[in-house]
């Protein structure tokens, strides 16, 4: 926690608004998506969605792949401690909803589905998309296909895979938007990064949550936006967002959201 807190107060110092942006691509992106105030329509979905895994009190058996839990001490945990405590936090849900709207992308990809909250985002900020989300432990990816079903999410596929299992099942398959929320371990995001670059475009876009999660995590990123093929980079704090327009010069920013 200390790390993060160090790390927050640093990002602070050096991060800016839509003022300090000159780049059209990533203005408009800030201006329009990131400070985007709207109440959209579909906002409503997500907050019903929350609601109710919030109020469930069914317990599943977690498999963690994954760097494992701050806040968990066992496997066995309810539905509703789950999106309490390791659920995106609603501004993310919303900025995901967003991002989704904006971009349009016909073909994205989440690696780490948990209880569904950022698939349900993606989901129903573009409707006209196809949203493939990859869960490793079966339970979770149960519950969060009940509630997809139960919310009519229809534009999203469950894969009930580890991510390596995935990219071997589906290596010639291209994503126009990829969010990746799963293990926080810097050589495991590494070695999924260098993936995601066989299944990319110019045109696409990749998330990575938790950037700040350890000093490790942000030696990921770093390496991550300092690679040859990502041109555009931008930190939230919160998130790494990486672009490959290649006929973009190279830059990085730090973006407050």
Known sequence: MFYQLKSYLNFLLCSTNQHGVHSPFVYDLVTKCFYDTQKHQGYDMLEQHRKKLLRDTSTISITDFGAGSRVFKSNERTVKAIAKNAGIPIKRQQLLFRLA?????????????????????????NPNGTV???????????????????????????????????????????FDFVYVDGNHDKEATLRYFERLLKH????????????????????????????PKVTVSIDTFQWGLVFFRSEQPKQHFRIRV
């Open 101 to 125: 709207r904006y971009f349009q992308p016909n073909n994205l990809l989440e690696l780490g589905t948990s209880l569904g909250m950022g698939t349900v985002a993606m989901a129903t900020g």
């Open 132 to 174: 493939t989300t990859v869960e490793g432990c079966p339970a979770t990816s149960a519950k969060a296909q009940q509630y997809f079903n139960s919310f009519g999410i229809e534009n999203s596929t469950t894969e009930t895979l580890t991510f390596e299992q995935f990219f071997q099942q589906h290596n010639p398959e291209v």
């Open 200 to 227: 990319i475009h110019k045109d696409s876009i990749i998330i990575f949550d938790d950037i700040y999660w350890s000093p490790e995590m942000t030696e990921a990123w770093q390496q991550i936006y300092n690679h």
